[in-house]
């Protein structure tokens, strides 16, 4: 007999059907898959006790302990072992991956901002003075015949023939022939081999081909040519760069600046230098030294804002970016990031306000969209967040984290058809997607498709074999199709990643005690109530699994947290009569049935404990009503009538007994028999 869910209808404040449940450990499992085998086997057991007994008082100790019994295998106390808590709301199922993170746009890079030429700082020599003027002689006799004539204008330097070339290399720089520009001064530095300048203006010509080795070569030499040169320095920074030599970089450009202090450029790029290599504490130093200098200057404020999201300094992040938009009010990107700041730090609305003045400034902005509909996501409009994400696509087709994004928004409106679209229109888009597999899997769950939400969760499992929320997932989808072996390993590998993992520890708990083994079932419950102390579900479950181990004064406790966490818990009132009443606690049994008919006046099962707990503990009256309500509640439950047969004769009541023996003679005749034969002995 196959184990059969109790679907909880709605149980109070925050609790909903299946679909859109919130708080975790609202299904529970009603019938064991050995409920059947077990009754007969305990009814058994009991009668062989009842039809012993001469006394009429040891006779109804016996009954007391008969009855439950048997409601201990007809009560299931089984918590479903997840729940599904994620993005903004939760529903019953497994670990739902939050989105994809909204898009903080890293900020124009030092070689995006003004690449080739237009970066480099290119020098000029000062003009040199012009000669003296040289006086004429006048009446000069000419020479005579056949003696050379004296050359009154001598050769030019080497330095002067150098100049020329320095020149003509700058005029071809200036006018983009780059290539021109190396030879002139390659012919340069033959005629003045250790021209700092003309190094540095060769590099210069060199870079702006992209000819970034023999650019940095002709940068090297410069400042070898001339130590102090910061000029030389900064541009040999922007090559390392620019060729991802980061740690070169920093060096050349720390020299920049030790010679020339608060250089503003040197500056935005030792900050950008510092960003590529993620030392975000020291780029955030230099941008903070760049706006002293350049208080005006938005670029410089955006990308310390940039260096301060990637150290979680959220507000200051805001604080940066809002001088930003401040300095320049038509920045689209600026706005974004506002937006992106304001959501990591929990500020939905403010998030919400800057994402749709970004999309003002630039409709076509695909990621501006979705980060709209995350920031909506969280404020739980999810009927917004899906209109946003599907403009997302729109604009994008290709978009996998927002189509992504848009299965999540669907999965929390109870959409798990469309959501289940989405999912794999995200994976066709990018295969490798383990969160779009993961929560394919849980929409699949939702609309018990078992067996293809459990390939997606092994297929997620294989993509993100570092994620403990996809072991756990997978091993819900293993239990749920009775693969209780499977069930167990992939638990235990969610705890190995995650030994704190409260969910999968209570999941772990659930399938060792669901299997029968109640006392292995105890350690790992114990753990998920120690990583999460309100985890109601994991308290039931380890009461639960106390009783199975008979340790009842252990069960009770964990029961009455559970109680305490949730008033109106109705299995959990039900566990700790159970387990009070196994442990000798009568009066205490019988206030926790009593509270479960109180949460459910309409639980048999309830009245059905508190008449045989009432009873136990010699308050007869008390089990008399409780059992008469529960056989007006359910008027073919035999084993009511069997109890309530034998209180009547406890309270010498002839007509009453006489009532149930005929009842149950056509509700059971074998049970009434044995009711016969008990009253008689």
């Not at 009461?543 to 949730?566: C, D, I, M, P, W």
Request: neutral net charge; glycine residues 8%.
């Amino acid at each position: 007999m196959g184990l059969r869910p109790y679907w909880g209808k709605a149980r109070g404040s925050g609790e909903h059907s299946p679909a859109t449940e919130t708080e975790p450990g609202c299904i529970i499992a009603g019938t064991q898959v050995h409920q059947t085998s077990a009754f007969n086997k305990q009814s058994f057991a009991a009668s062989d006790l009842l039809e012993g007994v001469l006394e009429l008082r040891k006779f109804k100790t016996n009954l007391a302990s008969f009855v439950v019994v048997f409601l201990l295998a007809v009560q299931g106390l089984f918590g479903w072992p997840q729940d599904l808590a994620g993005g903004a709301s939760a529903l019953v199922g497994q670990d739902i991956i939050g989105g994809a993170a909204v898009a903080f746009k890293r900020p124009p890079r030092v070689r995006d901002i003004s690449g080739g030429a237009s970066m480099m700082l290119v020098k000029r020599r000062a003009s040199r003075r012009p000669t003296e003027p040289t006086e004429i002689a006048r009446n000069k006799p000419s020479p005579q015949p056949g003696v050379p004539e004296t050359d009154t204008n001598p050769a030019a330097s080497n330095d002067e023939k150098a100049e020329v070339y320095n020149n003509q290399g700058n005029t071809f720089y200036s006018v983009g022939e780059y290539a021109k520009a190396i030879e002139a001064f390659k012919q340069a530095l033959t005629l003045k081999p250790n021209d700092p300048l003309t190094f540095n203006n060769l590099g210069a010509a060199y870079f702006a081909l992209n000819q970034n080795s023999a650019a940095i070569e002709a940068f090297q030499n410069a400042v070898k040519a001339k130590a102090d040169d910061a000029e030389s320095y900064f541009n040999l920074g922007i090559a390392y760069n620019t060729t991802e030599k980061y740690d070169d970089a920093v060096t050349t450009l720390k020299k920049a600046l030790a010679l020339k202090p608060d250089w503003a450029e040197a500056l935005n790029a030792l900050g950008d230098t510092y960003l590529s290599l993620d030392r975000f504490e020291e780029a955030a130093k230099a941008y903070e030294t760049l706006v002293k200098v350049q208080p005006d200057n938005a670029s410089a404020y955006s990308n310390l804002a940039f260096a301060y999201d990637r150290l979680s300094r959220y507000d200051d992040s805001i604080s940066a970016l809002k001088k930003v938009v401040q300095l320049s009010p038509t920045d689209a990107f600026a706005y974004n990031n506002l937006g992106a700041a304001s959501y990591k730090a929990g500020k939905y609305k403010e998030a919400v306000d800057a994402f749709t003045q970004a999309i003002r400034l630039k409709p076509d902005d695909a990621e501006t969209q979705n980060n709209l509909g995350a920031a909506q996501y969280a404020l739980e409009k999810y009927g917004e967040a899906t209109n946003s994400f599907q403009q997302a696509i729109k604009l994008k087709p290709t978009f996998a984290d927002a189509q992504y994004n848009l299965g999540n928004a669907f999965l929390m409106s109870a959409q798990f058809s469309e959501s289940v679209d989405a999912y794999q229109q995200a994976i066709r888009n990018r295969p490798d997607y383990g969160e779009a597999q993961n929560n394919l899997g849980i929409a699949l769950t939702k609309l018990g498709r078992d067996a293809e939400a459990l390939t997606a969760f092994r297929e997620a499992s294989r993509l993100k074999p570092d994620l403990a929320t996809v072991f756990n997932n997978l091993g819900f989808a293993e239990d749920k199709l009775g693969h209780e072996d499977e069930a167990i390993a992939a638990y235990k590998a969610a705890i190995k990643i995650n030994p704190a993992y409260a969910k999968a520890l209570n999941g772990l708990g659930y399938v060792y005690d669901k299997t029968g083994k109640p006392a292995e079932a105890i350690e790992p419950l114990k753990q998920a109530v120690a990583a999460r102390p309100d985890f109601v579900t994991a308290q039931y479950n380890l009461g639960k699994a106390y009783v199975g181990a008979g340790r009842f004064a252990e069960a009770v406790e964990s029961f009455k947290r559970a109680t305490q966490l949730k008033a109106d818990y109705e299995q959990a009132w039900l566990g700790l009569g159970t387990a009070a009443f196994r442990g000798g606690q009568f009066a205490e049994a019988a206030a926790a049935f009593k509270q479960a008919g109180i949460v459910n006046p309409s639980d048999a099962e309830a009245f059905y404990g508190l008449g045989n707990a009432s009873y136990k503990a010699g308050n007869y009256q008390d089990a008399l009503a409780a059992l008469k309500e529960t056989v007006r509640l359910k008027p073919t439950y035999a084993q009511a009538h069997y109890s309530l047969g034998l209180v009547y004769a406890s309270l010498k009541d002839r007509d009453g007994f006489t009532r149930e023996f005929a009842v149950l003679k056509k509700l059971d005749p074998t049970l009434a028999d044995r009711l016969y034969k008990a009253v008689k002995q």
